[in-house]
C-alpha cells in the first residue's frame, strides 16, 4: 500500500502565520504538523509515502523530511499547482500509487488512541473497496457528515450540510483500492471549482463497497486548520507526553517502534538535536524505557 500526504491549500483561516509558510510546517506544541500525519502512515505500516504540496514550499519539505530512509521510509514529492480538491491528490500521485492501493492523510489531521493502531491495520487490510473514520463532532456542519440507517449503516455522505442528519464527520485519512485513480478522473469540479472527496466517497458507498469505521471515545481526533485548534492540539499533545511520557506524532519513536530502525540508527536520528531540547529527552526516555 501507498501513502500520500496532501499538505496544500492556501491556509487563508491561519493568516499572517501562513502568509509566508505552508502551515503543515507549523508547530504543535514541539514538532511540526506534519509529523503528525506523517507517523500515522508510519502506524498503519505504511513505508512508500508521497508528499503534495504546493512548488513554494516543497522545497522546505525536502529540508525537513529528506527521502525518509533515517525514518526507514521511502518519500518523494509532487507538486500541486493550484489546490483543486482533495480528490485532486489521486491524479497528482496516479504515477506513484500505480498498480496498488493507497492511503491518503491531510496534512493538518492528528490521530491518538489506544485502538486508533488496529483500526487503521485493518483499514490497510483492506485492498478491495475504501475504508473511512466516522467520528462525533458537536459542529457536524463543517465537515462531510455520514448519514446512518436504523441499523447504523452507512447510507449517505454529504458535505457540510446546512443540516446534518448525524452527528458524525468523516476524517482526513482515507483508505482506496487502485480503483480511486480512475473514479478521482471521472467525477466533476463541485460549484467551489474543486474535485471533492465527498464524490469519491459516495461512488464506493452507492457500489457497496465502502468500509465506516467508528473512532470511539478511547481516540482523539483533531482538524488543526484554525488558531484556536492549533492550540487545543498543542495542548493535548503537551499533557499526554508530559503525563505519560510517550511521544505522540513523532516520526522517529514510530520508526523504531515499528523496528524499521535499530537503537544505534535512532540514536543516529536524533544526534543533532540540542542536548538540552525537552523533545531529544522525550526521545532519549522513550528509547530507553521501550
Not at 497528482?92 to 489506544?114: P, T
Not at 467520528?135 to 446512518?148: A, C, L, N, Q, T
Not at 465527498?198 to 483533531?222: C, F, R, S
Amino acid at each position: 500500500m501507498k501513502g500520500i500526504i496532501l499538505a496544500g491549500g492556501k491556509a487563508t483561516r491561519l493568516y499572517p502565520a501562513t502568509k509566508v509558510i505552508s502551515k503543515h510546517l507549523l508547530p504543535i506544541y514541539n514538532k511540526p504538523m506534519i509529523f503528525y500525519p506523517l507517523s500515522t502512515l508510519m502506524l498503519a505500516g505504511i513505508q512508500d509515502i508521497l508528499v503534495i504540496s504546493n512548488p513554494k514550499d516543497l522545497s522546505l519539505y525536502r529540508d525537513l523530511l529528506g527521502d525518509g530512509h533515517l525514518f526507514g521510509v521511502n518519500i518523494s514529492y509532487k507538486e500541486q499547482p493550484e489546490p483543486k480538491g482533495i480528490a485532486q491528490a489521486f491524479i497528482i500521485g496516479q504515477e506513484f500509487i500505480a498498480n496498488e492501493s493507497c492511503c491518503l492523510i491531510l496534512g493538518d489531521n492528528l490521530f491518538f488512541g489506544s485502538s486508533f493502531e488496529k483500526n487503521i491495520k485493518y483499514a490497510s487490510s483492506n485492498n478491495n473497496g475504501a475504508s473511512i473514520f466516522a467520528y462525533r463532532v458537536d459542529k457536524p456542519e463543517s465537515y462531510g457528515v455520514i448519514e446512518f440507517d436504523s441499523s447504523m449503516n452507512a447510507i449517505s455522505i454529504e458535505e457540510k450540510p446546512k443540516s446534518p442528519k448525524s452527528k458524525f464527520a468523516v476524517t482526513g485519512l482515507y483508505f482506496f483500492d487502485n480503483n480511486v485513480i480512475e473514479i478521482a478522473k471521472g467525477i466533476s469540479p463541485s460549484k467551489r471549482g474543486e474535485l471533492e472527496i465527498t464524490d469519491i466517497n459516495m461512488t464506493y458507498l452507492e457500489n457497496k463497497k465502502m468500509k465506516v469505521i467508528k473512532l470511539g471515545t478511547g481516540t482523539a481526533w483533531l482538524d488543526t486548520g484554525t488558531h484556536e485548534s492549533l492550540v487545543d492540539a498543542s495542548s493535548f499533545v503537551r499533557t499526554i507526553e508530559n503525563r505519560q511520557g510517550i511521544p505522540i506524532g513523532s516520526p522517529e519513536a514510530t520508526a523504531y517502534s515499528q523496528g524499521w530502525i535499530n537503537s544505534a540508527q535512532f540514536e543516529v536520528l536524533i544526534e543533532d538535536y540540542p542536548e538540552n531540547q525537552d523533545y531529544k529527552k522525550l526521545l532519549k526516555k522513550y528509547i530507553e524505557y521501550k
